[in-house]
């Protein structure tokens, strides 16, 4: 991370300078440059980050953690192409991100993200098909092949109305690898499944980013989530979205799950955004 100044939390700079350390050599395949985003109304600006800079690197699973309102979903639209920065600048592989592109698909929390009217195969085959990416009799075999990662192969000719809500996220899934992103972008994919389906999806996603080794941009607001799917952690401020600090959090699973190093960390977390919330209540108080 360049730019703005991390975390001054004495229990987390170890971990930052652990990170700056590890010195990848490779080039980031995504940077995130002094990014402020803003929304314009007629009547306001509304400035939803300020200055925010990190870097992804391939193979990551960088997670963007902050309370509700920080920009986190706001900067997955500017990664996505779908709004431009009124400052800095978003570069995939060195080059500005200036529109959407096959190379960045997102997965949002909604269920309804799959047209009705295909069947599970035809939606995972329609972004390949409408890009040109691959013609129907591969584009149909790359739909399947997905299908099967994320187990539902056995679905492919059914609508999605016959899926379970976990169902339909692992179709949106496939329906998103299947384009081969250079960076998949998920927005709380998982945030409106119950507490055990949630859990088997974070699983499954760790699972299948084992076998497939994507980029992963993921966004959570739950602390726990953000510890078991990621391996660097962004912690952001409240409204507009600073960068506060950035987490190492690779060491950390589902089985790390209510040991004393990960409750640790997830206390600290907890503390950095209660403390910069409680700071940012008063100043506007
Ligand atoms: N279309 C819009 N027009 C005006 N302001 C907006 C718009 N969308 C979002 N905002 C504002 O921008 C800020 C950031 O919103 P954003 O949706 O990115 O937050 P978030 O971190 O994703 O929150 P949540 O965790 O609730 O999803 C908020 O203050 C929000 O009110
Ligand atoms: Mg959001």
Redesign the pocket.
């Known amino acids: 991370m360049r730019g703005e100044p991390l975390a001054s939390s004495p229990a987390l700079t170890p971990t930052l300078s652990r990170e700056r350390e590890r010195g990848q050599e490779s080039a980031p395949l995504l940077q995130v440059d002094g990014v402020s985003l803003e929304?314009r109304?007629p009547e306001r600006v509304?400035r939803?980050t300020h200055r925010v800079s990190f870097d992804v690197h391939a193979a990551d699973r960088f997670v963007l953690l902050?309370?509700?309102?920080?920009?986190?979903?706001?900067?997955l639209k500017a990664v996505g192409g779908f709004i431009a920065p009124v400052e800095g600048e978003i570069r995939l592989d060195g080059a500005r991100v200036t529109q959407p592109g096959p190379d960045r698909i997102v997965v949002f929390q909604e269920f309804d993200q799959l047209p009705p009217w295909k069947t599970v195969k035809q939606n995972v085959m329609f972004p390949l098909l409408a890009s040109r990416t691959l013609g129907k009799k591969d584009a149909a075999e790359r739909a399947l092949h997905y299908l099967d990662k994320v187990g539902l192969a056995k679905f492919a000719d059914v609508h999605p109305h016959q899926l379970s809500g976990g169902m339909k996220q692992r179709v949106a899934i496939a329906r998103a690898l299947a384009m081969q992103p250079r960076v998949l972008l998920m927005?709380?994919p998982f945030a409106a499944l119950d507490a055990l389906t949630r859990r088997k999806m974070q699983q499954e996603l760790l699972e299948l980013w084992d076998e497939v080794r994507f980029t992963l941009l993921f966004?959570t607001?739950s602390i726990e989530e953000a510890l078991v799917v990621g391996n660097r952690v962004a912690l952001?401020s409240p409204?507009?979205?600073r960068m506060r600090a950035e987490v190492n959090s690779h060491g950390f699973s589902l089985a790390s799950l209510g040991g004393a190093e990960f409750q640790g960390t997830a206390q600290r977390i907890h503390d950095m955004l209660f403390e910069e919330e409680h700071a940012h209540a008063e100043a506007t108080a």
Request: aromatic residues 4%; charged residues 15%.
């Open positions: 929304y109304t509304v939803a902050g309370p509700s309102g920080c920009g986190k979903s706001t900067l927005d709380e966004v607001h952001l409204h507009p979205g």
